[in-house]
C-alpha cells in the first residue's frame, strides 16, 4: 500500500473526498476509458463498477460532454465540477456495456475511434500480442528478437505481455508487425486476420446509431500507431485518413485528434503541428495535469481505473489537489 493510498484510507470517513470536491470545484475533469466487461475480466471495468462510478458523476458532479466543457473553455467559462466522459479505440463492449449505462444515466460521451479497427482492416496490435500469449502452450519460454532475455509464459503472461508490448512502442509499424509475426511464428500459432470475438470492434451501424441518442465521435487514428515513431508522411496519412473515414461514414467532421498511446513522451510540438495542419482543432492526451486545457493540442485527461480508491481520488480532485502541492 502506497502512502497516498494510506492517508486515503485514513482520511475518508473523515470526509475528506467532499472537502476535495469543493477544493477542486473549478477544475474540470476528464475521464479516459477503454475496455467495459460483464465480469471485469483482465484490463477491463466491469459493467456493475462502471455503473456505480457513473452514478457517483451522477449525483455528486456536473456531467458534460467534452465537446461543451471546450466550447465554455473558450468562451472562459469553467463549470463548477465539470466531469467529462471518454472512451478510446472503439471495442465493441463500448456499445454493449457502456454506452447503455451512461444513456440510462443520462450522462454525454465522446468515443475516439481507431477508424481501421471499426473498419475491420486490422485489430489492435496490443491485442495481438494478447492473444498470443493467452494461447500458447503451458511449457513455451521464448526469446524475441531486440529483447535480451527469456520471455516466460508459465511462470507470468501479464509481464510477458507488458515487455513485448512495451518494445512494440519504441518500434516503426513495419518493425513491430515483424516482431508479431516472430511472435507467432515462435509460439507455433496462426495470426487471425479478422480480430476474435473478445477483441472485436464496435459496427458502424451501432456508432450511428448511438450518435442518434447524443454521441459524439472524434478521431483516434487509423491504425494506431506510436506517432512518435512515424516518419511525416506516415503521420499524415494517419491523421487526414481518420478524418476523412469518420466523414465519409459518418457525416461529420472530426475536430479532436486523440493520440494513441498519448503520454508526455509521444507528443511533441512537432507532432502537434501536423496534427493542427490535418484540419483538427484539440488534441487529447491521456495524462493528467493541474490545468488540463493549458495546451489545446495536448489536453489532460484522467485515466479509469477498477480501483475505488484511485477512481474517487480522481474524479473528487484528490489527485488534482496532490499534484498541485507538488508544483
Known amino acids: 500500500m502506497t502512502v497516498n493510498h494510506f492517508i486515503y484510507k485514513v ?44 452514478k457517483l458523476i451522477k449525483k455528486f458532479f456536473n456531467p458534460i460532454s467534452l465537446s461543451k466543457l471546450i466550447e465554455l473553455h473558450e468562451k472562459g467559462i469553467t463549470p463548477k ?13 463500448f456499445g454493449d456495456y457502456a454506452f447503455p449505462v451512461m444513456k440510462e444515466e443520462g450522462i454525454p460521451a465522446t468515443l475516439f475511434i481507431t477508424t481501421g479497427f471499426v473498419n475491420g482492416d ?19 519460454k521464448i ?5 535480451d532475455e527469456d520471455l516466460n509464459f508459465v511462470k507470468n503472461k501479464k509481464e510477458c505481455w507488458s515487455k513485448i508490448a512495451d518494445y512494440g512502442l519504441s ?35 451501432d456508432i450511428k446509431e448511438m450518435m ?6 472524434e478521431s483516434h487514428s487509423v491504425n494506431h500507431p506510436s506517432i512518435v515513431n512515424l516518419n511525416w508522411i506516415q503521420l499524415k496519412l494517419e491523421l487526414i485518413r481518420s478524418r476523412d473515414k469518420i466523414k465519409e ?9 486523440c493520440y494513441p498511446n498519448g503520454l508526455e513522451k509521444d507528443i511533441t510540438v512537432e507532432i502537434e503541428c501536423c496534427v493542427r495542419k490535418a484540419g483538427y482543432n484539440y488534441g487529447v492526451s491521456a495524462y ?40
Open 11 to 54: 482520511a475518508r470517513p473523515f470526509g475528506i473526498l467532499q472537502v476535495a470536491r469543493f477544493l477542486a470545484r473549478n477544475h474540470p475533469r476528464i475521464l479516459m476509458y477503454h475496455r467495459i466487461s460483464p465480469d471485469g475480466a483482465p484490463g477491463t471495468i466491469s459493467v456493475d463498477q462502471f455503473r456505480k462510478q457513473m
Open 122 to 140: 486490422i485489430w489492435l496490435w496490443p491485442d495481438q500480442i494478447k492473444f498470443a500469449i493467452d494461447n500458447a502452450s503451458d511449457n513455451e
Open 249 to 257: 461514414v459518418l457525416g461529420i467532421e472530426s475536430k479532436i485528434f
Open 288 to 327: 493528467s495535469g493541474v490545468e488540463p486545457f493549458v495546451n489545446r493540442w495536448s489536453i489532460n485527461r484522467y485515466p479509469a481505473s477498477n480501483q475505488d480508491y484511485q477512481f474517487e481520488k480522481h474524479l473528487f480532485g484528490m489527485t488534482y489537489l496532490i499534484k498541485k502541492i507538488n508544483i
Open 81 to 93: 465540477h465539470a466531469v467529462a466522459v471518454t472512451f478510446d479505440d472503439g471495442y465493441s463492449d
Open 212 to 217: 442518434r441518442f447524443g454521441l459524439d465521435v
Open 171 to 205: 518500434l516503426g509499424q513495419e518493425d513491430r508487425l515483424s516482431m508479431i509475426e516472430e511472435l507467432y511464428v515462435k509460439l507455433g500459432l496462426s495470426l487471425p486476420r479478422k480480430a476474435p470475438s473478445m477483441f472485436r470492434p464496435v459496427s458502424w451501424d
Open 143 to 147: 526469446r524475441i528478437s531486440g529483447i
